[in-house]
């Protein structure tokens, strides 16, 4: 158990909804950042943010938002949903925001685009 | 273009043998290389992180190596369990701040 948490585990929507998928960091990480693995491109850097600020931006579509609150959770808004959106979303923490640290993923969750 | 490209693609080898999954990358500017574990399923867990300066990093039965000169990296399995069955992802952090560009992973699977 790596200390941080996702909700839901999966969720099944249909095309053109909006869907908020919720990370908990690490107790004292400050750093969350947001991944999407599909089958075809393997795991994808989405976005990170830093005690609440946003700090370096992946491959994050326009249609995807993000962000972190005063308590260090974040959430990952995903909006006007397509059937390629299908995917494991997966956040990590870090204690703080160097390209040394180590993330922890949570167990991700799973979301399925009918 | 910063690319991480890894082989190969899946092995299968027999419980207790050693094998070594390959990781060569075009990132730059070179920050750190990772690797991870992850089981099906479930997060990637960090097996181990070198930055420029590092040649060899152990954690365990895991043994990486990184060549920066010819931007290649390797991650050695010393006498495999059944429990190593997962996919090991390289992940290459530069081209820019925090920003990790990852591998498509090698697919290890051992058999008894």
């Known amino acids: 158990d790596s200390g941080v948490t996702q909700t839901p585990k999966h969720l099944i929507t249909a095309t053109g909804q909006r869907v908020t998928l919720r990370c908990s960091p690490r107790?004292?990480?400050?750093?969350v950042y947001w991944y999407q693995q599909s089958l075809d491109q393997g795991l994808q850097f989405l976005i990170h943010?830093?005690?609440?600020?946003?700090?370096a931006k992946g491959n994050i579509l326009e249609r995807f938002s993000a962000q972190q609150f005063p308590d260090l959770h974040s959430e990952l808004n995903l909006s006007s949903l397509e059937l390629g959106d299908s995917a494991l979303y997966f956040c990590?923490?870090?204690?703080?925001?160097?390209?040394?640290?180590?993330?922890?993923f949570g167990p991700g969750t799973r979301l399925l685009v009918l | 273009k910063n690319q991480v490209e890894q082989s190969p693609q899946s092995l299968i080898i027999l419980e207790g043998k050693n094998c070594t999954l390959q990781?060569?990358?075009?990132?730059?500017?070179?920050?750190?290389l990772r690797w991870y574990k992850q089981d099906t399923g479930r997060g990637p867990v960090s097996l181990t992180i070198?930055?420029?300066?590092?040649n060899t990093k152990s954690n365990g039965r895991y043994t990486a190596t990184l060549d920066a000169d010819t931007k290649q990296s390797s991650l050695h399995i010393t006498a495999s369990q059944l429990s190593d069955s997962a996919s090991y992802i390289c992940?290459?952090?530069?081209?820019?701040?925090?920003?990790?560009?990852f591998g498509a992973g090698t697919r290890l699977a051992v058999h008894p």
């Open positions: 992940v290459v952090s530069g081209g820019g701040y925090n920003k990790l560009i």
């Open positions: 943010y830093y005690n609440g600020e946003e700090r």
């Open positions: 070198m930055t420029f300066s590092e």
């Open positions: 107790s004292g990480d400050l750093s």
């Open positions: 990590a923490s870090s204690g703080l925001a160097g390209t040394r640290e180590t993330q922890y």
């Open positions: 990781c060569n990358y075009t990132v730059s500017p070179f920050s750190n």
